[in-house]
């Protein structure tokens, strides 16, 4: 007599036959992707086939999704909210927990993120996503330096130079004596006046600083969900727009 033939998504794998009423199979199904395939026994005799439906499940792993409203537009300095954008759910029986965080491209700058709440003990929920912008400025600028400041060997010069003149007026008896007195204070003064004007030449020059805030662009905000065993992450996005 002929025994059972079993079929699995088409190919034969055979049977072992135990009884009237039962037959087992061997198949491996290390290289399928998960859902759902046939299943069919052939008995010859009397004659006929059953099909039903073999599911094939992946290991444990959670989902992470972005829905809602995943766009929004703010100005700078405002902040954009995304309510329950970002949805975590258990799969395969999963059940550990998933710690969430944020990130923004390296362009955004003077912008943060944050996501509340920030873990899921079971491996499923629902999270808000706040990004947090920066209203756009010019830093100040700073006066300008003057060089000879900031070169402090030459301050002994500048003191003895005014002692001396001081002295050499005191001192003096004659219109000549005096005028010979006031030439280390005239040569003093003549060589700030140099400096002053090297300070505001164009060999100094100091651009004007950039703008401060978040520049007007569209940034990608990035979830990242990672298992607490740090084994499984996944990624999802929102957009957010600065004008």
Do not use: E
Request: charged share 5%; with cysteine; proline share 9%.
């Amino acid at each position: 007599m002929a025994l059972p033939a079993v079929f699995f998504n088409g190919t034969f794998v055979g049977s072992n036959f135990v009884s009237s009423t039962q037959l087992t199979t061997d198949f491996n199904i290390g290289n399928l992707s998960p859902g759902a395939y046939p299943l069919t026994v052939v008995d010859p005799f009397p004659g006929g086939s059953a099909t039903t439906s073999f599911t094939v499940t992946g290991p444990p792993d959670f989902s992470v999704t972005a829905s809602g409203t995943t766009t929004q537009s703010v100005a700078a300095g405002q902040s954009a909210t995304f309510t329950n954008a970002i949805s975590v759910a258990a799969q395969n029986g999963f059940s550990a927990q998933v710690n969430l965080s944020c990130s923004l491209p390296v362009a955004a700058k003077a912008t943060t993120c944050s996501v509340n709440p920030v873990s899921f003990p079971t491996g499923s929920g629902s999270a808000t996503v706040t990004v947090t912008t920066t209203a756009r400025g010019l830093v100040p600028p700073l006066w300008p330096r003057v060089r000879f400041i900031a070169r402090p060997q030459f301050l002994p010069v500048f003191l003895l130079t005014i002692l001396l003149s001081a002295l050499l007026l005191r001192l003096a008896r004659t219109r000549q004596q005096r005028f010979v007195g006031a030439l280390p204070l005239a040569g003093l003064v003549l060589f700030l006046m140099l400096q002053a004007i090297g300070c505001g030449g164009g060999s100094s020059y100091t651009p004007p600083p950039p703008p401060t805030g978040t520049p007007a662009n569209t940034y990608t905000v990035t979830v990242t969900a990672t298992a607490a065993s740090g084994t499984l992450t996944h990624n999802t996005t929102l957009t957010l727009i600065v004008n």
